[in-house]
């Protein structure tokens, strides 16, 4: 089970840090994804962590503002969003696969958070 957290209402500019919580399985075997879904959009792949944060992977529109880690003794995955722009408003979701490896494709995930919602002002 995954619960992300840590949404808001930002100004564009500002920093948000979204937490996502994991229950059950082995959290440190597990790759993690990041997605979101604005209003009228399809959920789009933000980024990835590896299980043991040896590789991260954002997309492009998102990079050098965002920043995916982990903290495996708290069973949790980050993302850390600065800068954060008018257009990132969206629902956040997180995602775990027990494969290790995850990839940007939504199928490759098999357990899911509700999502939290960000909102940024202009």
């Known amino acids: 089970q995954l619960q992300a957290s840590g949404g808001g209402l930002v100004q564009a500019g500002g920093s948000l840090r979204l937490s996502c919580a994991a229950s059950g399985g082995t959290f440190s075997s597990y790759g993690m994804g990041w997605f979101r879904q604005a209003p009228g959009k399809k959920r789009e792949f933000v980024g990835r962590i590896s299980p043991s944060a040896s590789s991260t992977y954002t997309r492009d529109f998102v990079k050098g503002r965002f920043t995916i880690s982990r903290d495996n003794t708290k069973n949790t995955v980050y993302l850390q969003m600065n800068n954060l722009k008018p257009e990132d408003t969206a629902v956040y979701f997180c995602?775990?696969?027990?494969?290790?490896?995850?990839?940007?494709?939504?199928?490759?995930?098999?357990?899911w958070g509700q999502g939290t919602q960000v909102t940024v002002s202009s």
């Open positions: 995602a775990a696969t027990p494969q290790g490896y995850s990839g940007a494709g939504e199928l490759e995930y098999d357990y």
